[in-house]
């Protein structure tokens, strides 16, 4: 199939990727001319793990193209995919503006009739809006044809993304239109091989379905982060009693670690536009109200352990392992480490931190503390641990599970671990010497 995928950004880069790598002819296009450089040269601008390898791999193949002409790019396309931002505006709501801004292009210049789908995040109603655009643009133009517009939102985990879009637990089709539905499902067919994973429903389900998704994770951790506070004051320990609820099918096992907070890109982002679109029909959502408050406190954890077992933290040298909101990825956006960095910067502490992949983004942040030297982004994670009072884990990337804890005690001038996702055994911990607080989890 000839697919154009508009926006080069996370969502767009992975779809336009996989769809190539399934054989289909996909031309992927941004308005940045250097994003576009990068990428005509195998350079993927995002922190995906294998990205850049189907992007070689479909360029060499002449499956995969890349440009800024947005009329030439869609010209033959039988599909086209709307993947570009919808940030949150000031209110909190989704600034859909580049997706009508592109629906209006594509009305003013496509020269036959396409299935248009909406990728991005977008509140419910957006395909409807784009749908509207399409027709007016077509009803001033006289032609004779109509775009379909689908409701295609997308389920996929940074750092776990292509793996995501390869083995999907489903495809969500919004539409009501039999032949866009027809083609969408041949689109998607290859990845959903003998299981009946696609879910065909109306556009505007489909739009809810996304927010409904990831509010609910988002809930999940709040709740389980909840339960482990009172787990600290109750003498529980909260890794018994995820196992405990866990096993019960009904629940399972996923989304119930409790930590130091959900950052990234989407949960808070969602959370907000859904509170939007709820306040717009006076309705109030106590619960998703209480999801975004708890995780806000939930990301002050480290600093009150911090406190609790340092007192006065002015003057202290703390380290850091794992600045990226989660493993597998370099986002910082809306990231734990933020809270704690802001509050240790501001509190006249010394940070030496590692990560193996957000450094650069968090050195863009506070380029002041790296220039006066009050915070240190370090390549080895045991040089940062050296004198420093506490090590704190904000991140459980794959290289903190099973570090050398001898080498942990002797270089800490005091040996306590904070552990902010639950990654050591506290008994373990205890046998070496250090001092291990996690969350929910008893001393
Ligand atoms: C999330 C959803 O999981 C995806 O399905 C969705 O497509 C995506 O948002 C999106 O809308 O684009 P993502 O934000 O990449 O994906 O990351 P998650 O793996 O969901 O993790 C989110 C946060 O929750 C991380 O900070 C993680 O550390 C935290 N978390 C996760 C917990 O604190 N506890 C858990 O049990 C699970």
Same mark, same amino acid.
Not at 117 to 124: L, M, R
């Given at each position: 199939m000839q697919i154009t995928v508009i926006g080069c950004g996370y969502v767009g880069l992975v779809t336009a990727t996989c769809f190539a790598e399934m054989g289909n002819r996909v031309s992927c296009v941004d308005t940045s001319t250097q994003r576009i450089n990068a990428l005509q040269r195998g350079e993927a601008p995002i922190f995906e793990p294998g990205i850049e390898a189907l992007i070689t791999t479909n360029l060499r193949a002449g499956r995969l193209a890349f440009s800024t002409d947005t009329a030439g790019a869609c010209s033959r396309a039988e599909v086209i995919f709307i993947a570009v931002g919808t940030p949150s505006a000031a209110d909190g709501s989704a600034d859909i503006s580049q997706i009508v801004a592109v629906a209006s292009e594509l009305g003013r210049t496509l020269d036959q009739p396409a299935i248009v @789908?909406?990728?991005?995040?977008?509140? @419910?109603g957006t395909a409807c809006r784009v749908q509207s655009v399409l027709d007016h643009q077509c009803q001033r133009r006289q032609v004779a044809w109509q775009h379909r517009v689908v409701s295609n939102p997308e389920f996929l985990k940074e750092g776990a993304a292509i793996d995501d879009f390869m083995r999907p637990d489903r495809v969500v089709l919004g539409t009501d239109d039999a032949d866009a539905e027809r083609v969408m499902r041949a689109l998607y067919e290859p990845f959903v091989r003998n299981h009946d994973r696609i879910l065909c429903m109306s556009r505007r389900a489909a739009e809810m379905t996304k927010y409904a998704a990831n509010t609910f994770l988002a809930t999940r951790i709040s709740f389980i982060n909840e339960i482990a506070s009172l787990c600290e004051q109750l003498g529980v320990d909260v890794e018994e009693v995820r196992k405990g609820i866990g096993s019960d099918q009904r629940i399972g096992h996923h989304f119930i670690y409790a930590g130091c907070g959900y950052g990234g890109s989407c949960f808070p982002k969602d959370i907000r536009a859904m509170l939007q679109m709820a306040a717009q029909y006076d309705m109030p959502m106590p619960i998703l109200h209480s999801v975004e408050a708890r995780n806000q406190q939930q990301k002050t954890w480290p600093l009150r352990m911090l406190k609790r077992e340092l007192?006065?933290?002015?003057?202290r040298t703390l380290a850091i392992w794992g600045l990226a909101f989660k493993p597998g990825t370099d986002d910082i956006r809306d990231a734990p480490s933020l809270v704690l960095l802001d509050a240790l910067l501001a509190g006249g502490s010394s940070v030496q931190a590692f990560d193996p992949a957000a450094s650069d983004n968090i050195a863009q942040r506070y380029p002041e503390a790296v220039k006066e030297g009050q915070l240190k982004l370090l390549q080895d994670p045991y040089a940062a641990l050296n004198n420093a009072d506490a090590l704190v884990l904000l991140t459980e990337w794959k290289q903190f599970r099973q570090p050398d804890f001898h080498l942990v005690a002797q270089r800490l001038r005091t040996p306590l671990v904070i552990d902010g996702r639950n990654q050591y055994d506290p008994q373990t911990m205890a046998s070496l010497g250090l001092r291990h607080v996690g969350v929910g989890r008893q001393v």
């Open positions: @789908v909406c990728k991005s995040t977008a509140p @419910v007192g006065n933290l002015h003057g």
